[in-house]
């Protein structure tokens, strides 16, 4: 007598592209991370997405001028969408050139360009130049305002409110965290690659004035190509950063440390902290073909599947021979697919732990077959 066969909802393709023995698969354990002085630090990287150090890092804080990369991203925006152009000349009101703290030395009444201001708020953190683009995009800065906080929920940073463009000291509610602004730089660096790519500069000169961007960090580590810098009395010396090494980009966060050395001794241990024990590999990319499989009644007889993003994969150094990468498919596949439609998973062990798990979409359509097909397919799946 023949056992039936089990109902199964998915049955499994085993891709194995590095297995060694189980006793090699257990990963080695990562230290700690290292002491940081600081209200609350956050270090992720930036393809993956994977946390790799962390402290109070969803509490409210204030940002100081950690502030401007949001001032930023949403300049940006408007560019990208038409809204604003770079070689817009912008009309410096007199609340711009009055506002206090770091400048760039605008002048009542001048007409300078979007990319110049941009860059005088980027790389010498000038706050009279945040309030000029704030109001040239939004009117006044309190309905600039508004369109940060619509970016900040869009982008899911849940522990952050935006009450004006600079970061400066207020009586409103203004405060950002460590997770929500390694959020927003992750999403900048994506979004606005050619734009990240000022906050590198290392001085800028503006009406006679040489002002050096305040990263220590763009001297002291090379692979250091961009962040920002904030201080107030009540911030303290905070300072986000992103740094790329041999493919692999990590973001740091530091936020609440006693000096402006102290932001960039933080932030550094961080850095080092993260590519001495972690490496990131780029497994899948987007669109390619990872399997074929049956599909059943359509035009064609054979689906692609892949995957829709890159898939990243961050992982304790020297464990990628011991990854382990499997596809769960549905078990019938009938026609018609359109192209994105998911029709199983990939996931990404190491140890046994599962890392990560992305759907499987088809890479292109096939359509419903003609009456045929669909008998002949029809009747095949019957002696199944």
């Not at 402290?55 to 604003?84: C, D, W």
């Not at 899911?156 to 950002?176: E, R, V």
């Not at 990468?325 to 029709?343: N, S, V």
């Not at 088809?362 to 097909?373: D, E």
Request: glycine share 6%.
């Amino acid at each position: 007598m023949n056992t039936p066969k089990p109902l199964l909802k998915f049955f499994i393709l085993l891709l194995t592209f590095a297995f060694n023995s189980i006793a090699l698969a257990a990963s080695v354990p990562v230290p700690s991370a290292p002491r940081i002085a600081a209200s609350g630090f956050f270090l992720q990287d930036f393809n993956s997405g994977k946390v790799l150090a962390e402290k109070n890092s969803q509490q409210r804080l204030p940002p100081a001028s950690l502030t401007k990369i949001m001032t930023a991203y949403v300049v940006f925006n408007e560019i990208t969408n038409g809204h604003l152009d770079l070689n817009d000349l912008v009309t410096v009101s007199e609340k711009a050139w009055r506002t206090p703290g770091s400048r760039m030395f605008i002048e009542v009444g001048k007409k300078i360009p979007v990319e110049t201001l941009i860059k005088g708020m980027l790389i010498q953190s000038g706050n009279d130049a945040s309030v000029a683009l704030a109001e040239h995009v939004a009117g006044d800065e309190q309905t600039f305002a508004q369109m940060m906080n619509q970016q900040a929920v869009k982008l899911g940073m849940t522990n952050s409110y935006f009450s004006n463009s600079t970061g400066l000291p207020t009586k409103l509610d203004h405060y950002t965290s460590a997770q929500d602004l390694g959020k927003l730089m992750r999403a900048l660096i994506r979004d606005f690659p050619t734009f990240y790519k000022w906050e590198s500069e290392k001085e800028m000169t503006y009406n006679g004035i040489t002002q050096k961007n305040r990263n220590r960090l763009l001297w002291r580590d090379k692979s250091v190509d961009g962040g920002k810098t904030g201080h107030t009395e009540a911030a303290k010396y905070c300072l986000v950063s992103s740094a790329l090494r041999d493919g692999m980009r990590i973001i740091s966060v530091v936020m609440g440390t006693n000096s402006d050395n102290a932001r960039a001794q933080e932030s550094q241990a961080l850095i080092n902290y993260g590519y001495r024990f972690y490496e990131t590999h780029r497994l899948y990319s987007a669109g390619e073909k990872l399997t074929s499989t049956r599909i059943w009644k359509g035009a064609s007889q054979q689906l692609d599947l892949g995957l829709n993003d890159d898939l990243y994969i961050t992982i304790p150094r020297k464990q990628y021979n011991n990854l382990d990468a499997q596809m769960e498919l549905e078990p019938k596949i009938i026609a018609p697919a359109t192209k994105g439609q998911q029709f199983g998973f990939v996931k990404v062990s190491l140890a046994g732990t599962e890392l990560i798990r992305k759907p499987l979409i088809a890479l292109s359509p096939v359509a419903t077959g003609s009456l045929f097909q669909r008998l002949y397919d029809e009747a095949l799946m019957m002696l199944e």
